[in-house]
């Protein structure tokens, strides 16, 4: 483990200076956006040239990504992208080649790379409703650097409130590590003790 943010009850990514990296792991592996506790890495924490494996479920598509940066980046595409049933993965080509040739096929980046993703048949509504998406951020909304800014403008309008509320309501991660796809927070000190409906 390079870095257990339990001590501090999840609250905030680590800082470069605090991983303790293994210069001959295989890899390093982060989930870019936690979506329970609200903590997202801001940019990519520096590896030393292990590759760096991300699980960008909940924050693909959210921004523009330094791709040069990672090995691995996949991303469950039922958050943002489109419907289940679509895993986006994009792979260096060098970690393409170090597949074991004795790994079933559908775990083979190699295998699936030579068959151009199309070893079974694939959900082809779900890879269209991805398209959709795709083309609508690249079109109407005008890139991912656009979509950036439509994020953080929603995540701060709720953590204002939360800020804002005199203790009424309690934000949980670190504000340099805050999330802009999940805002979770629970009632302060001066809030209400259960919720009515």
Not at 42 to 65: A, I, M, N, Q, Y
Not at 149 to 164: C, F, P, Q, T
């Amino acid at each position: 483990m390079a870095w257990d943010g339990k001590p501090a009850n999840f609250n905030r990514a680590p800082r470069n200076d605090e991983l303790k990296l293994d210069k001959s792991a295989a890899y390093v592996y982060i989930a870019s956006n936690e979506t329970i506790q609200g903590v997202q890495f801001g940019k990519e924490p520096e590896t030393g040239g292990v590759p760096l494996v991300c699980d960008s479920s909940s924050d693909f598509l959210s921004r523009p990504v330094a791709m040069e940066k990672y090995g691995i980046l996949f991303a469950c595409a039922q958050k943002n992208a489109g419907p289940a049933g679509v895993t986006v993965v994009i792979i260096r080509d060098d970690l393409v080649e170090r597949s074991p040739a004795n790994l079933p096929s559908m775990v083979n980046y190699k295998v699936l790379a030579e068959g151009k993703s199309l070893l079974n048949t694939p959900p082809t509504f779900a890879i269209y409703m991805v398209k959709l998406v795709t083309d609508w951020l690249l079109g109407e909304v005008g890139g991912l650097a656009k979509m950036a800014e439509i994020n953080r403008r929603k995540a701060k309008l709720l953590y204002d409130v939360v800020d804002g509320s005199g203790g009424f309501y309690q934000g949980h991660a670190e504000p340099q590590s805050r999330s802009v796809m999940n805002v979770p927070f629970r009632p302060g000190q001066h809030g209400p003790r259960r919720a009515v409906f």
